[in-house]
């Protein structure tokens, strides 16, 4: 049965901890058997007035995934290529490396930005997502006056509702690379 609690109060915090141990869920009782009463806060999850699930109080606490794939560049750093958390996909930066050679892709702005999305696209599809699920991309450029090279390419990935973006010029990028694009994506 679905309960709206309508405001932000400590009346909607609850104290949930799974009980074989793992991470605080956001979970009610009446929905997972596997709820018990503790001294840890999670948040409540309430429904709206249209009906929409939404979690209230206390820390979000939900266990991370990695998520890895040989269709992109292996992490060159102790990072991953994704982590999955909280219902959303965090990429990190990719650059325009090849994951068939690990070269370098060096054929300028525009095949370095194919190549950088591509990379993303790949690490979202073993995340089970897809380009469209980005909601937030972050580009940095070794020269700002490859904005609108790069920005040419990022609109063919992105043809309609593309994600908020920020683009900034960077000192340098790893590996000498002319573009580093990363990304938030929702997670299915």
Not at 22 to 37: K, L
């Amino acid at each position: 049965m679905r309960q709206a609690c309508g405001r932000l109060s400590t009346d909607c915090w609850e104290r949930i901890e799974r009980k074989d141990g793992e991470s605080v869920q956001s979970v009610p009782e009446s929905v997972d058997s596997n709820v018990s009463v503790t001294g840890r806060m999670a948040p409540r999850l309430c429904y709206n007035a249209a009906g929409h699930l939404f979690a209230i109080g206390g820390v979000l606490d939900m266990v991370k995934k990695i998520v890895a794939t040989s269709r992109a560049p292996a992490a060159i750093g102790p990072y991953s290529q994704a982590v999955a958390a909280q219902g959303l996909v965090f990429v990190s930066g990719q650059i325009p490396i090849d994951p068939a050679t690990g070269a370098l892709v060096e054929d300028g702005i525009a095949l370095q930005t194919r190549q950088v999305l591509n990379n993303i696209k790949a690490v979202l599809e073993a995340a089970g997502c897809s380009l469209a699920d980005v909601v937030k991309t972050t580009v940095f450029l070794a020269n700002l006056a490859d904005f609108s090279e790069m920005n040419a390419v990022f609109g063919e990935f992105f043809p309609s509702d593309p994600p908020a973006r920020a683009a900034l010029q960077a000192a340098a990028l790893p590996r000498g690379a002319l573009v580093e694009i990363e990304a938030i994506a929702t997670a299915k």
